[in-house]
Each structure stands twice: as structure tokens, then as C-alpha cells.
């Protein structure tokens, strides 16, 4: 099973995705955590330098640097799953398109360019406000952190594609023990569905 936690920066999915791997293994699963972008590759760190204003690419490149970065792992990413190991992903291929669509980007070219990538049993949406990512963060914000309006237009994207199917929408303003309840029920139903 591959479950992808999504939403805007500080809403807690690096924080949910090690309580959901925990709880899983608590359950007798095996389970391990994948972090998108993956700064420890090439192309991660070239994310890393953008981010950071050391680099300027345009939107496109950016997600291309990004959808690269998930394309570099596939084949990790296929081993574990095929080893019945439940994978958890901080960040998975939502975000390309939240974020690209927030710059304009066209939702389809963004969804095909990942099409071969392993999808998604389940998506989670962690739902907070702009305003609350920057009360979480207030300094050392990277150049997409920083853009209030930048951030409302990606959780109008991640709303918009959280009304699909395979898809669960989280509070992220409450208590972390209760989201981690939250994303965990939803979860234990997926996996006891025949």
C-alpha cells in the first residue's frame, strides 16, 4: 500500500507520516517513510540550491526537477512495495500538480508526466490555512513558503483535487494526537476493505 500525505508546508506531514509508519508497525506491518523531494539525490539538491535562490528556473523546469526527483526513486519505491511493505510519502505527485497549478501550470501535462509512477492507494490532505504555515514557521521560510499567495492558490488545488476519489481530508489545524487519530482510523478502514 502506498499512502501519500499532502498539503501545505508546516501542516505536519513529516511529523504524521513517522506517526502513521509507527502505528502501522504497531499493527505487525511493515512500513517505512519516503520523503519527497528526496535532498539526498542529484536532482534533489538542485532543488534544494531553487529553493534557496541560489538557482532560477521557471515553473516548468521546477516540477520537472521535482517529478525527476520521484522518477529517481521508482525503483526503491517499487522493491518495497512489491515486498509488502506499506509506504508512507511525505509529499507524493499531488503536490507537483498543487504546486503547479499555482503557477499556472496545466493540471493534465502535470498528472501524465507521473503517470508512471506507482500510484497512490490513498491520499491525505492535511488541511491548514496559509496564515497557520506561517505562524508554524516564521523565519527561514524557503521561496514558495514565503509567498502567502502562492500557498492559498496551492490548498485551492489540493481542495479542489481532494473531492476525488481515494482521497481524505484532514483538519491539520487540530492537535497533532488527534490528526494522527484521524489519519490512522481512515487507514486501518482502507486496509480492511477486501
Known sequence: MLIALEGLDQSGKETQARLLRDHLREDGRKARVAS?????????EEIARALQGEREYGP??????????R????????????????????????SSIAYG???GLEQAWLVDMQRF????????????????ATLRKAVGRDRYEA?????GRVRESYLR???????????????????????AGAVDAVLERP
Open 117 to 132: 509512477l506507482p500510484a497512490p492507494d490513498v491520499t491525505i490532505l492535511l488541511d491548514i490555512a496559509p496564515e497557520t
Open 161 to 183: 483535487q481532494a473531492e476525488q476519489p481515494g482521497w481524505l481530508r484532514v483538519d491539520g489545524e487540530q492537535s497533532p494526537p488527534d490528526v494522527a487519530a484521524a489519519i
Open 36 to 44: 519527497f523531494p528526496d535532498y539526498g539525490t542529484a536532482i534533489g
Open 147 to 151: 509567498d502567502l499567495a502562492l500557498q
Open 71 to 94: 522518477y529517481e526513486r521508482r525503483p526503491d519505491l517499487e522493491r518495497w512495495l512489491a515486498a509488502d511493505i506499506a509506504l508512507v510519502c511525505d509529499r507524493y505527485v499531488a
Open 60 to 69: 516548468e523546469v521546477m516540477q520537472l526537477l521535482y517529478i525527476a526527483n
Open 101 to 103: 497549478e499555482a503557477h
